[in-house]
């Protein structure tokens, strides 16, 4: 979904496919900052926001194996960082920025400020 998203439920099903998403009253700091510590998750939520959109799995090139790939995924779903949605085959993913910013303000914006100076800094994350 994109910024604009509608308030998350507990599962988003499409074609008897569902994926299960923490309420917005569930999400914690603790599980999104976790989410937000790993640089393969935090290079996704920035291309996320970078993009302003939803973007398929298979728009994300990173240097992990597929499966490892899928678990960080899992992660920033399981965390409420993202929004997951199967569209036909693709799986569709977009920020719950509304969400964090109602819960934690200022979170989100202050993370990818840091990590976007950072990868100025020092390059992007391997």
Same mark, same amino acid.
């Given at each position: 979904? =994109? /910024?604009? /998203?509608?308030?998350?439920? /507990?599962?988003?099903?499409? *074609? *008897? ?5 923490? =309420?917005? $009253? &569930? #999400?914690? #700091?603790?599980? +999104?900052?976790?989410?937000? /510590? ?5 290079? !996704? +939520? ?7 959109? &939803?973007?398929? %799995?298979? %728009?994300? $090139? ?12 899992? !992660?920033?779903?399981?965390? *409420? !960082? +993202? @929004?997951? #949605? ?12 509304? $969400? ?5 303000? *200022? ?10 100076? @950072?990868?100025?800094? #020092?390059?992007? $994350?391997?």
């Amino acid at each position: 979904m =994109t /910024s604009a /998203s509608a308030p998350a439920t /507990s599962a988003a099903a499409v *074609g *008897g496919r569902s994926l299960d998403h923490p =309420t917005r $009253d &569930e #999400i914690r #700091i603790e599980a +999104v900052l976790h989410a937000l /510590s790993d640089p393969m998750r935090l290079r !996704v +939520v920035r291309e996320l926001a970078a993009a302003d959109a &939803e973007l398929s %799995c298979s %728009c994300f $090139d990173l240097p992990v194996s597929k499966s490892t790939t899928t678990h960080h995924f899992r !992660v920033l779903r399981e965390s *409420g !960082v +993202v @929004q997951q #949605i199967y569209r036909g085959t693709a799986k569709m993913n977009g920020l719950r920025r509304d $969400d964090l910013e109602a819960l934690f303000p *200022g979170l989100l914006d202050s993370v990818l400020g840091a990590a976007n100076r @950072q990868v100025q800094r #020092i390059g992007e $994350d391997r």
